[in-house]
């Protein structure tokens, strides 16, 4: 910040009250929407506060009041270093004659925690993300976002204004919901309703931008959105333009009016260099066009959290690694790997930086050695259809998983990839005790 | 998680969108004075302002996904459009845009004539370019944003008051109601009342005069339109924004 800007800010920022207790805001918000500004505290790094720009209305003290009351997705097991699933109020900010302003939460900023968006382009990727992460990341964090939907349409909460700048994702893929102020919910102690009265263009549901109000089905769509996007680097379902090119179409507008070339190819002019679709493996696709072609017009016809699901955990299990480039990794449908292809006929690598400028490509062939090793781990157990569907209804009865997994390794591949870093390790060894006797 | 590699300079010869995203774009244009008025601490101000909002740009994930910047200048001996910190010659079919994260500050010195009217008109061009390039490429865009800021009159290229500026205000008008763009007109240190007139005519819904070189403030409230358009927000969220950020006046002052 330059000396220059200094002078024309105030040198502090507001002072405001939490549970009784004086802070001191920066003098700088950390983001600012339409709606309300998020500030750090001075001397308590570990909590934001956000302030709603215009003084807000009664109904949403009572909100943040009755909020505070509930721990929802409280006491139940999460990962080891996992970081909390909810960024809930934890207190109600006032000013200096008692007056509600905003509310503080803890702060899920960068670098630990990046914004979903982040994993939408290759330079963010690779400038935010640890130096692995590939196709099977996103699949992971798709599997976390779905189960967080399941888990929170369990609890009886909707997401509501449920986008890829609300949601954080930390190193490991573990997912964490912010402005918690908009989840539309209902007290269990005092039966009141608190609905969404936020939404984004992006991620609205038709119905929702005509107005009505948020459910789970309009989370289901928004899910669906975000799932397609992870899985496709980055793509919007509802991108390209119609074919007269005169018009100024968003992809808003390709939602209202059910345009999206995943479900029906050829509606639009896609955007150049767009994934093409069957890079998802087919029933994730099958559930991809449910969502973007009658589930668009039909609430009730979109796939819900736990369908995401269960179809994410199959192909977790059984997605392919590169053995040529690093960071390429794609589903089991798939005999030769789509990167290498993309990048062998556009010259653009999804996941590498494959200018003369990039990464050094001694890290990168690390990398490829490192990709080798788990491609041998990958379980590649074809499933029995009946053994499939026994599963399955196990599952459904159990109602969704408790815990967010990391993105990195299946469960199951723990044990195995410690094993095969040691073979690979011995092997790596008795070459170079050959090489050095050899000479 | 963060790894510490700046993103790289593009040179000017660089196919203009980006391949690897195609995600809806922000085209935001950026129509700064940089006539002889603005020379010393001023043009410093902006300066420094434009650097730390590059930064911050890049720091913030969501905007630099969408969002991508021009610059358009007015002073000296004419209006220059900058291709991030470059100025381009004039007729290089060249877009000026950059990637919000690819883009760096031009560093501007400040001199000669008020050129307000020529340089608009500029500014309304590469922004209608734009959109045709970006549609030929089957790719969508928010409604893009003009910012306008002057701290004089609009001059003739002899440093003479001129009128032709009235000739834009029919276009400008029509386009606005079509929501083809935002045009933001900001007044800046000494602007004369007549000045002030001549903003409000370009852009009736958003002007304003602002005491000092409030550069800083006046770029992140172009940051918080940004954020809110990509929301997807109601004519109503970018009038609060504005409206707050016209009235913090009196610490600007200080």
């Known amino acids: 910040m330059g000396d220059g800007a200094r002078l024309v800010t105030a040198p502090t920022g507001q002072r405001v009250l939490l549970d009784g207790r004086r802070v001191t805001l920066g003098p700088q918000p950390l983001k600012g929407g339409g709606q309300a500004a998020v500030y750090p505290v001075a001397d308590h790094r570990q909590i934001v506060v956000k302030l709603y720009r215009e003084p807000p209305g009664a109904e949403q003290e009572r909100r943040l009041e009755r909020m505070l009351t509930l721990t929802p997705l409280g006491g139940r097991p999460i990962g080891p270093g996992q970081p909390p699933e909810l960024a809930w109020p934890t207190a109600v900010a006032r000013g200096a004659g008692g007056e509600f302003l905003g509310y503080a939460m803890r702060r899920f900023g960068e670098p630990g925690h990046v914004q979903l968006v982040g994993l939408f382009t290759r330079a963010q990727r690779l400038r935010l993300f640890p130096e692995r992460t590939d196709w099977r990341f996103m699949l992971g964090v798709g599997w976390n976002l779905a189960f967080m939907t399941a888990r929170m349409h369990y609890e009886g909460l909707v997401v509501g204004d449920f986008s890829s700048n609300n949601v954080v994702v930390d190193a490991n893929g573990f997912v964490t919901f912010l402005d918690c102020d908009s989840i539309a919910f209902t007290d269990p102690a005092t039966h009141e309703e608190f609905p969404c009265l936020m939404q984004t263009a992006d991620y609205a549901a038709p119905e929702r931008l005509a107005g009505g109000p948020a459910t789970r089905q309009s989370d289901d769509f928004a899910l669906a959105v975000l799932i397609y996007q992870l899985l496709t680097a980055g793509n919007h379902p509802f991108g390209g333009v119609p074919r007269d090119s005169e018009s100024e179409t968003t992809v808003k507008d390709n939602i209202a009016a059910s345009r999206s070339y995943v479900a029906a190819p050829g509606c639009v002019i896609v955007p150049r260099g767009v994934v093409d679709p069957t890079i998802l493996p087919p029933a994730l696709l099958a559930l991809a066009r449910r969502a973007f072609g009658p589930g668009v017009t039909h609430p009730a016809a979109r796939p819900q959290a736990q369908d995401w699901l269960r179809a994410l955990d199959e192909e977790r299990r059984l997605a392919r690694v590169c053995p040529d480039r690093p960071r390429h990794s794609h589903g089991s449908h798939l005999t030769t790997c789509p990167w290498c292809a993309r990048a062998a006929v556009t010259g653009h690598d999804v996941f590498n930086d494959t200018s003369p400028t990039g990464p050094n490509p001694s890290a990168a062939s690390a990398a490829s050695r490192q990709t080798k090793q788990m491609h041998l781990m990958q379980p590649v157990q074809p499933v029995h259809p009946t053994q499939q569907k026994r599963r399955q209804r196990r599952r459904e009865q159990a109602g969704p998983p408790s815990r967010q997994a990391p993105t990195w390794l299946p469960d199951t591949g723990r044990p195995l990839a410690l094993g095969l870093t040691i073979l690979v390790a011995v092997l790596v060894l008795v070459i170079v005790v050959n090489l050095a006797q050899g000479h | ?254």
Request: charge should be negative; charged fraction near 20%; proline fraction near 7%.
């Open chain 2, 1 to 254: 998680m963060r790894n510490e590699r700046q993103p790289r300079t593009l040179p000017a010869s660089y196919a203009d969108i980006e391949f690897e995203n195609n995600a809806q774009r922000l085209p935001l244009v950026l129509c700064l004075d940089t006539s002889s008025s603005m020379t010393g601490p001023p043009i410093q101000t902006l300066n420094d302002a434009l650097r730390s909002w590059t930064r911050e740009l890049h720091d913030d994930v969501s905007l630099s996904y969408s969002v991508e910047v021009a610059v358009v200048t007015f002073g000296g001996q004419g209006v220059c459009a900058w291709r991030g910190a470059q100025p381009l010659p004039p007729q290089v079919p060249v877009s000026p845009f950059v990637p919000a994260h690819a883009f760096q500050a031009p560093v501007l010195g400040a001199a000669g004539v008020t050129l307000l009217t020529e340089a608009l008109e500029l500014a309304v061009r590469i922004v209608a370019d734009r959109k045709a390039e970006l549609r030929a490429g089957g790719l969508q865009y928010y409604r893009p944003q003009i910012c306008l800021v002057t701290d004089g009159l609009p001059t003739d290229g002899t440093g003479r008051w001129t009128n032709a500026w009235q000739r834009l205000v029919p276009t400008l008008t029509d386009d606005q109601l079509a929501r083809k763009y935002r045009l933001y007109a900001i007044g800046v240190g000494d602007i004369s009342d007549m000045g002030e007139q001549v903003l409000k005519a370009l852009a009736p819904a958003f002007n304003a005069r602002l005491h000092g070189f409030p550069f800083r403030e006046l770029l992140q409230m172009m940051s918080a339109s940004a954020n809110a358009e990509q929301r997807g927000a109601g004519d109503e969220v970018f009038e609060k924004i504005f409206a707050q950020f016209r009235t913090q006046r009196p610490a600007w002052e200080a």
